[in-house]
Nanobody
Framework: QVQLVESGGGLVQAGGSLRLSCTASGSIFSINAMGWYRQAPGKQRELVATMTSGGSTNYADSVKGRFTISRGNVKNTVYLQMNNLKPEDTAVYYC????????????????WGQGTQVTVSS
């Protein structure tokens, strides 16, 4: 069974930094992309940053220049380095595995982590 496990959230003052990590484990043949989304209270879930298996990245305009997504040395691990955090970055951050295929003959599906809270105080 595939699981996405996140860690690294917490409380930080404005201007501070946090690093989120996510590892996908289980039976995994391939993943098209991994990334991070966030959802603030009363708002829809939104894209933060993604990285394809080929290394292409995509960022929300609101985090460009402050956040960096990267791969870990452990297979199927992705990090989100968040610098110069702002109160408006406060949200639950979710890891996503896009079009994860457990076996080559299995139809791919999207998977989500349980979410990790990031709170930025002013």
């Amino acid at each position: 069974q595939v699981q996405l496990v996140e860690s690294g959230g917490g409380l930080v003052q404005a201007g501070g930094s946090l690093r989120l990590s996510c590892t996908a484990s289980g039976s995994i043949f391939s993943i098209n992309a991994m990334g991070w989304y966030r959802q603030a209270p009363g708002k829809q879930r939104e894209l933060v940053a993604t990285m394809t298996s080929g290394g292409s990245t995509n960022y929300a305009d609101s985090v460009k220049g402050r956040f960096t997504i990267s791969r870990g040395n452990v297979k199927n691990t992705v990090y989100l380095q968040m610098n110069n955090l702002k109160p408006e970055d406060t949200a639950v951050y979710y890891c996503n595995a896009d079009r994860l295929r457990e076996k080559f003959w299995v139809t791919p599906s999207d998977y989500w982590g349980q979410g990790t809270q990031v709170t930025v105080s002013s």
